[in-house]
């Protein structure tokens, strides 16, 4: 099983501010990553698929990056909607898709 | 409009069973394959069950291997989840996804719906 981990655990940045999220894998997952955006009673959002490609809908200042084992997703200036639960997931070992434990970005 | 939308928790005792559902609407429901994920309360995303679009290929997570059976049924446009011998640990939101094409990503969520394992 690939073990995904995230750092850090919280993230508080203000409105506007950039924030930077890490996730790393136990082995290399190519560039089979993907982020997800999770507020407490809605769906999981997919955001970026391939590591770095954005999903339909999601705005210009989320970006991803990375390849191998570490990865990073950007977003550039904080709006209120984007405070929540991220998730990285790597889907290169199928079908057992694992995610990582989650970074909380709570507003500071 | 492309949703998915849950139904079928709820509170079981230890021991007993439930069948979730997952009704799609807005695309064509038999070309995607489709996963059930699972949320434990404070916890993260577990990825729980896999099956293909004609659901012939059908994976499980080895804590849920032996318990649960996924089916679909694609002339309903609905996906579900048996679930047996259902334990404590078993509680959590439970999400159904589509996997994307021709990425693996999950692109398209339920709501979720919650299951509770308590006597």
């Known amino acids: 099983e690939i073990v995904m981990t995230q750092s850090p655990a919280t993230l508080s940045v203000s409105p506007g501010e950039r924030a930077t999220l890490s996730c790393r894998a136990s082995?290399?997952?190519?560039?089979?990553l993907a982020w997800y955006h999770h507020k407490p009673g809605q769906a999981p959002r997919l955001l970026i698929y391939?590591?770095?490609t954005r999903a339909t809908g999601v705005p210009a200042r989320f970006s991803g990056s990375g390849s191998g084992t570490e990865f990073t997703l950007t977003i550039s200036s904080l709006q209120s909607e984007d405070f929540a639960v991220y998730y990285c997931?790597?889907?290169?070992?199928?079908?057992?898709?694992?995610f990582g434990p989650g970074t909380k970005l709570e507003i500071k | 409009e492309v949703q998915l939308v849950e139904s079928g928790g709820g509170l079981v005792q230890p021991g007993g069973s439930l069948r979730l559902s997952c009704a799609a609407s807005?695309?064509?429901?038999?070309?995607?394959?489709m996963k059930w994920v699972r949320q434990a309360p404070g916890k993260g995303l577990e990825w729980v069950s896999h099956?293909?679009?004609?659901?012939?290929?059908?994976y499980y997570a080895d804590s849920v291997k032996g318990r649960f059976t996924i089916s679909r049924d694609n002339g309903k446009n609905s996906l579900y989840l048996q679930m047996n011998s259902l334990r404590a640990e078993d509680t959590a939101v439970y999400y159904c996804?589509?996997?994307?094409?021709?990425?693996?990503?999950?692109?398209?969520w339920g709501l979720g719906t919650m299951v509770t394992v308590s006597s």
């Open positions: 082995q290399s997952v190519s560039s089979n």
């Open positions: 099956i293909s679009g004609s659901g012939s290929t059908i």
């Open positions: 807005g695309f064509n429901f038999r070309s995607y394959e």
């Open positions: 997931q790597q889907y290169n070992n199928w079908p057992l898709y694992t």
């Open positions: 391939g590591a770095s």
């Open positions: 996804a589509r996997v994307g094409a021709p990425h693996d990503a999950f692109d398209l």
